[in-house]
Every structure is written in structure tokens, then in C-alpha cells.
């Protein structure tokens, strides 16, 4: 199951720079995960400040 980033993203692009397989891009307002790339690793919801990105 692919994570998705929420609204209480502050667009800081701490998870896209740790994200191994590169599936998150910077949006207008927050960073957007790719689901059909995202393998479930929640690597980006560890290093978060706010615990935006969340299991689909």
C-alpha cells in the first residue's frame, strides 16, 4: 500500500531527499507521492517534522 502526503505538509522536502526509490516531487503546497512507484517503505514518514505522509 502506497503513502500518501497529507495536508499538514510544510512543503520542507525532507522526505523526497530520503525517499529511495525518488517517487516524491515538490508541489505548489506540499510534496506528492507517486503510488505506482512507492514501495511502502515509510522511510518518508520517519523523517518528517510532521508526520504528514500516511499509509493509503
Do not use: Q
Not at 522536502?13 to 506540499?30: F, H, R
Amino acid at each position: 500500500m502506497a503513502y500518501f502526503i497529507n495536508d499538514d505538509c510544510i512543503n520542507c522536502g525532507a522526505c523526497a531527499v530520503e525517499c529511495p526509490v525518488s517517487c516524491i516531487t515538490a508541489g505548489d503546497t506540499k510534496h506528492i507521492i507517486d503510488a505506482s512507484v512507492c514501495i511502502d517503505c515509510g522511510t518518508c514518514n520517519a523523517v518528517c517534522p510532521v508526520d504528514s505522509p500516511n499509509p493509503a
